[in-house]
Nanobody, 126 residues
Framework: EVQLVESGGGLVQAGESIRLSCATSGFTFDAYVITWFRQAPGRAREGVACIHQGGNRGHYSGSVRGRFTISTDTAKNTVFLEMTRLTPQDTAVYYC???????????????????WGQGTQVTVSA
């Protein structure tokens, strides 16, 4: 059974950093695309960062490129999202999602993912 468990969310001030973790199990880590999505109240779910090929390839949305870094610990099948220079616009529930590679759609399309974590809240105060 595929499982994704996010952790690390919380309340931070603007300009600060936070690191999210996604512990995965139940699938071959190197064969999957793993993506962080976020969803703010009243807004569509947004793909922010993707990693695949066991951590050798990464992609970012324009809104986070240069501020967020996605990485993996392949020994622990865990994916991280290091978030820096946070702004109130980064406030959202952050989800980890996984799907076999190739997923058949663009990496940031939520419809391509069949496995999701429960989400972790990140709140950035001004």
């Amino acid at each position: 059974e595929v499982q994704l468990v996010e952790s690390g969310g919380g309340l931070v001030q603007a300009g600060e950093s936070i690191r999210l973790s996604c512990a995965t199990s139940g699938f071959t880590f190197d064969a999957y695309v793993i993506t962080w999505f976020r969803q703010a109240p009243g807004r569509a779910r947004e793909g922010v960062a993707c990693i695949h090929q066991g951590g050798n390839r990464g992609h970012y949305s324009g809104s986070v490129r240069g501020r967020f870094t996605i990485s993996t610990d392949t020994a622990k099948n865990t994916v991280f999202l290091e978030m820096t220079r946070l702004t109130p616009q980064d406030t959202a529930v952050y989800y980890c999602a996984a799907a076999p590679n190739p997923i058949g759609v663009a990496w940031f399309e939520s419809t391509g993912y069949s496995h999701w974590g429960q989400g972790t809240q990140v709140t950035v105060s001004a």
